[in-house]
């Protein structure tokens, strides 16, 4: 009896063993296909994302830089409405204006870095831009309490100008 199970396991054996290997490439390439196209989707959801957050990165960055550009606009503006101040509020303004466009500069550097390197790469410029914008609002304020008129109604707009560009950098920064 032993005999006759042994050729008929051998044969069973040589028909089986390609159809088991058959059935097993097909089963393994099915979930090889399923996986594939699972790590394809899920690499065109990251590039997706990726996408979506430079491009608002990229918008924040804009819209930050668009607002240092007026505020250099609206310190050039300032300038010509100090003319009307005591010698002694004249220099604190000055002082002031002097630094919010030291700010505005620092702002406008650290949003090109921004642009150019990403915002995590330049997250602490754009932090230490954001605390100089805030200082020079400050003084802004300080030197506003001092003036009258014209003088002071255009330090309290540059400083309001301040306060949105502090804003959108701390936006640019966060992203």
């Known amino acids: 009896m032993p005999t006759s199970t042994t050729p008929t396991r051998r044969r069973l ?53 668009a607002e240092a550009d007026a505020a250099q606009q609206k310190i050039e503006d300032v ?22 466009q030291a700010a505005v500069q620092d702002a406008q550097t650290a949003l090109e870095q921004a642009q150019a390197e990403g915002a995590a790469a330049s997250q602490q410029a754009l932090a230490d831009a954001q605390a100089q914008v805030a200082d020079a609002q400050a003084e ?20 309001q100008q301040l306060t949105t560009l502090g804003d959108k950098l701390e936006t640019a920064a966060g992203s």
């Open 13 to 65: 054996a040589r028909v089986g063993a390609p159809v088991i290997a058959v059935l097993l490439a097909v089963g393994l390439s099915a979930c090889s296909d399923a996986d594939i196209d699972e790590a394809a989707q899920q690499a065109k959801d990251a590039a997706s994302e990726a996408r979506s957050a430079i491009d608002d990165l990229k918008a924040q960055v804009d819209d930050a830089k």
């Open 79 to 100: 300038k010509t409405q100090l003319g009307s101040l005591d010698d002694s509020a004249r220099a604190q303004a000055d002082t002031a204006v002097a630094d919010a």
């Open 140 to 159: 802004l304020e300080a030197a506003k309490a001092n003036a009258a008129g014209s003088a002071a109604d255009s330090l309290d707009e540059l400083a």
